[in-house]
């Protein structure tokens, strides 16, 4: 009887791995469709079985292949078929449209770029060039292969921020930095000259400056401040050559020194050669954003539209022209930087509390706004980056020395790249950097951290073009 008993167990057992259902597949890349006549796959199967699926419908039999994602009504299969379908209380008696892509895979390859003290803020661009700032008062601009290409000095104190500004002529570029020293500088680049100059130095901001970006139209700059100011500043009368004239200059000497408790000296300077700078000391508007505690993070990704997140664990969507608070959206935790998705609409939040979270700007209900919480740092989050051609994918970066790369349509992150983790370093910056043609594997992630390297995570599709 025992025998018997076993062995219809076991004749159960094999019945249900042997339960099938109609699935389709369906892929919006070209290069990797298969038919999409309904077959009958085992409920079985997860993601990697549904690969070699995938794989001998194309006729691969290379067990190398690089695994697929897979998705049903937009939601990442991450458990068995059979397990997913009953979540998601769908019928095995339908045809199962399910839709794959390959699988975005860590980075196999990156370049340490040393610098002399943390590197702060990194900003990548889609022309081979990243700029970073560093604690050690520089900036400097590198090549997409990591190798350093000129080094700016001027800042009394660390640099916190850098934007590019100007892309139109890759050999004519200008950037802007942001630092402790309460100042903002903007730089022209000359790439055919290899060379960095300071063009001028804006001068309001009555505490350090966390943050700067450029408007789209990159005739305007924003900063924020932990004096709790948002300021609007206009470049577009800065001349990109340097003038020999102007009613209020500074100049700069050749040496570089550090000037410890010294930042609002005229005087002192760590430029490179002598040069003229143009002073700027009134900006075309500013705020102060009441309680705020200090602003962490200024947005300007669209024309009539600019967000913050400042201490007070407060998102402001701000309208350009007037400078007002159009809207508010309150968080759970203090935040240290956010970016906005010109593909989705979407706001993507790094905080102190470890989570990174996704808002819909756009909703009505405040409390509704917030549509995800990507929960797998272990601490305080301090960058969180879109993937510029894609409105699911970005990138986060955490004290507890990561970096993380997000499909917000699953909560569990792509990758993790832990090259500081075990040093006990802290990653405090990210950005994305292109050399090839927008699409969305096209990009490789730039991050920094307080090893004082500047690091370039390759995309294995750059790698392989």
């Known amino acids: 009887m025992e025998s018997e008993n076993k ?11 042997e339960s099938k259902v109609k699935v389709k597949f369906i892929t919006n890349d070209a290069n990797i469709r298969v038919t999409d006549t309904p077959i009958a796959v085992p409920v079985r199967l997860g993601r990697l079985g549904l690969s070699e699926v995938i794989h001998h419908l194309r006729e691969e039999e290379n ?68 700029v970073s700032g560093s604690y050690d008062l520089g900036v400097r601009v590198w090549g997409y292969d990591g190798e350093l290409i000129s080094t700016g000095t001027g800042h009394l104190a660390g640099v916190k921020s850098v934007c590019w500004i100007n892309d139109k ?32 130095c804006l001068k309001e901001h009555t ?6 970006y450029v408007s789209p139209d990159s005739s305007r700059i924003v900063s924020a401040s932990m004096d709790s100011t948002i300021k609007l500043w206009s470049i577009k009368d800065i001349p990109n050559q340097h003038a020999t004239t102007s009613n209020s200059i500074e100049k700069s000497n050749s040496k570089k020194r550090r000037l410890a408790n010294n930042t609002n000296s005229e005087t002192a300077a760590v430029d490179q050669q002598s040069e003229i700078i143009h002073n700027i ?17 200024v947005n300007w990704t669209t024309q009539f539209q600019m967000l913050s997140g400042s201490m007070d ?75 510029p051609s894609s409105k699911y994918h970005c990138c986060s970066t955490s004290h507890d020395g990561t970096v993380k790369y997000w499909d917000i349509r699953t909560k569990i992150p792509l990758y993790t790249i832990d090259t500081l983790e075990k040093s006990k370093d802290k990653v405090l910056s ?36």
């Open 63 to 130: 067990e190398t292949s690089k695994p697929f994602d897979f998705l049903i009504n937009g939601k990442f299969i991450r458990t068995t078929l059979d397990k997913h379908i009953k979540n998601a209380n769908l019928s095995e008696e339908q045809i199962i449209t399910i839709e794959y892509l390959e699988a975005i895979t860590e980075p196999k390859r990156e370049k340490e770029c040393q610098h002399d003290d943390w590197v702060s803020c990194v900003d990548g661009s889609n022309f081979g060039l990243v």
């Open 281 to 297: 000391t009134e900006s075309l508007a500013s705020v102060t954003v009441p309680n705020s505690q200090g602003v962490t993070v």
């Open 313 to 387: 664990s407060k998102i402001r969507l701000w309208d350009v022209s007037t400078l007002i608070a159009n809207d508010t959206i309150s968080t759970p935790a203090p935040l240290t930087h956010l970016d906005y998705s010109l593909e989705s609409g979407l706001i993507v939040t790094a905080h102190k509390d470890r989570i990174v979270r996704i808002w819909d700007p756009r909703s009505s209900d405040e409390t509704k706004s917030q549509t995800q919480s990507l929960i797998s740092h272990k601490t305080w989050v301090t960058s969180v980056n879109w993937n």
């Open 169 to 200: 002529n890759a050999d004519n570029l200008s950037f802007v930095s942001a630092s402790m020293d309460k100042t903002l500088r903007v730089w022209n680049f000359n790439r055919s000259q290899s060379e960095i100059k300071a063009l001028a």
């Open 430 to 465: 990210s950005s994305f950097i292109s050399n090839k043609n927008k699409n969305i594997n096209d990009y490789s992630i730039v991050s920094g951290g307080t090893d004082s390297k500047l690091r370039i995570h390759y995309n294995d599709k750059q790698e392989q073009q």
């Open 207 to 212: 505490g350090t400056i966390e943050s700067v």
């Open 7 to 17: 062995n219809n167990n076991n004749n159960n057992k094999k019945v249900k791995e």
